[in-house]
């Protein structure tokens, strides 16, 4: 991906990569588009994927292949027990990360699963910069607590801080004091902060964390599933990585940690997970998780055709070009929205375009689900299939009360590869006509709630007839257009 400047002063970011193989996309008219969320219960995770034009939920699984993964595919080694793909992709591994020992698993929580298990026990602390649905729910199952340990300007949307998922240092310290090391059986930092706005953290950070869990014997565990973006920022904005390659930058961030883990949905753009790490002791704890929950030693659920496509991915992954193509395209469409008053995470992270549903909607409070609500306005304008994080992906404490998120967002996730800049453009239009229009946004409530992560699952209705207002505004403001 290249940044180019336009003969007329406009900076474009320039696909780096031609389209050779397509699939068909329709539009449904907007009382159609109405008519399905509703079916849909207001939640976007159960829209049905012919009913979508730009799907915008995630990154996960998604991302387009390479002709050269297409490639690999075809020649993978098919056996259960050690095949030549899983030596293939354990030796990229190696050598990108620089670890002994590799386990896979079928996808990322899986592996969340295998660590909980291996070292999580009731009473126990994981301090992390942020946490994510999945990993947090591995962790209280098991009768553990999280720490969220992230410096405040993470928290704050509008905050121009380039490193908004680091650590704060005291807060980290205060927290072991408190707890006591014994009770913390490994710290956890996530790259690319998911849930904050996938916000990177700085390798100086991760530096001083290291330094502070390896002086009191703590393992240092980093969650890489959305490492590729993380790496692009500490390269655009962490002044002594300007000079090193992606390859270098990996190898410095990894040489600071104990267990690398990551989802293969996002990081290698393929589909599967797994754990690397160094000490030959809880590898061989985990191994016989893995063979219990996942499959055999030489594939952990996951198909040989997608180790292949992973260990070319992963390749390119440490290329400057592939990697800068999402946070490029994120970053067009956080300038956009910036230049028409739709309130954003700034800087832009990587992942997606995160839209402020608090600032964007201040007439609805947190219980009344203003992203989950503003995801389902983004499906009426434009049959784009955003994602709600915030209050709604939160799970209720035990005694039923409700927390509201601390940051309440409209994820447009950006797959790699995936959309063309129109649109991309298209999906900045709907937006900003639905900013034009917010006050006719209203709030939805549950009439179905899951007790276990809600938001997948969750159905909801309208607190009153908004969604057809919206769907009449449309018809009004685009009469020949669908
Ligand atoms: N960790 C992080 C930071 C993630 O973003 C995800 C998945 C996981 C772990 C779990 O991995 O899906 O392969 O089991 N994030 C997806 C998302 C679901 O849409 O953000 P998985």
Request: hydrophobic share 40%; glycine share 8%; net charge negative.
């Amino acid at each position: 991906m290249a940044q180019v400047q336009f003969f007329s002063g406009e900076s474009v970011p320039l696909e780096m990569h031609k389209v050779r193989v397509v699939q068909k996309l329709s539009l449904l008219p907007v009382w159609e588009r109405q008519k399905r969320i509703a079916e849909a219960g207001n939640n976007t995770f159960l829209l049905k994927n012919r009913d979508i034009f730009l799907d915008m939920l995630t990154d996960s699984g998604v991302n387009a292949m390479s002709d050269r993964q297409m490639a690999a595919m075809m020649i993978a080694d098919d056996s259960y027990a050690g095949s030549e793909t899983f030596f293939r992709l354990e030796q990229k591994l190696h050598e990108i990360f620089g670890m002994d020992y590799f386990l896979p698993t079928h996808q990322g929580r899986a592996a969340e699963n295998i660590l909980a298990e291996t070292y999580v026990r009731p009473g126990t602390v994981i301090p992390m910069n942020f946490h994510f649905t999945t990993t947090k729910a591995h962790i209280t199952r098991l009768g553990g607590r999280v720490e969220e340990l992230i410096i405040d300007e993470g928290l704050i949307t509008s905050h121009s801080h380039p490193f908004k998922g680091n650590v704060d240092l005291n807060k980290l310290r205060e927290c072991i004091e408190r707890n006591g090391a014994e009770n913390i059986p490994f710290i956890r930092i996530e790259a690319g902060t998911n849930l904050i706005g996938g916000q990177p953290i700085s390798l100086e950070n991760i530096e001083a964390v290291s330094k502070i869990a390896h002086e009191l014997g703590i393992i240092l565990l980093m969650d890489a599933s959305l490492l590729q973006d993380n790496l692009f920022f500490m390269h655009e904005r962490e002044p002594r990585c300007k000079g090193m390659s992606i390859r270098q930058i990996t190898r410095a961030v990894a040489d600071q940690f104990d267990i690398i883990y990551f989802s293969a949905r996002k990081f290698g753009f393929g589909r599967g997970g797994g754990i690397c790490i160094r000490n030959r002791k809880d590898y061989e704890k985990m191994r016989e998780l893995v063979t219990v929950f996942e499959g055999f030693l030489t594939y952990g659920g996951m198909s040989v055709r997608e180790m292949e496509a992973i260990t070319v991915g992963l390749d390119e992954t440490m290329d400057e070009q592939i990697v800068a193509q999402g946070p490029q395209f994120i970053e067009f469409m956080v300038n956009e929205f910036i230049k028409n008053g739709v309130p954003v995470v700034t800087p832009a992270g990587g992942l997606g375009c995160h839209v402020n549903a608090r600032e964007f909607l201040p007439h609805l409070n947190s219980h009344d689900y203003p992203a989950a609500a503003l995801a389902c306005a983004a499906y009426i304008a434009g049959g784009i299939r955003g994602m709600e994080r915030g209050t709604l992906s939160e799970q209720r404490e035990p005694d039923g009360t409700e927390p509201a998120a601390a940051v309440e967002l409209l994820r447009l996730a950006v797959p790699r590869r995936v959309f063309t800049l129109s649109q991309i453009k298209y999906a900045i239009d709907r937006i900003v006509w639905l900013h034009r229009h917010r006050e006719l946004i209203g709030g939805l409530r549950f009439i179905e709630e899951p007790r276990v992560l809600r938001f997948f699952f969750g159905k909801l209705e309208p607190t009153s007839d908004w969604q057809l207002r919206l769907a009449e505004q449309y018809d009004k403001d685009f009469p020949n257009s669908l």
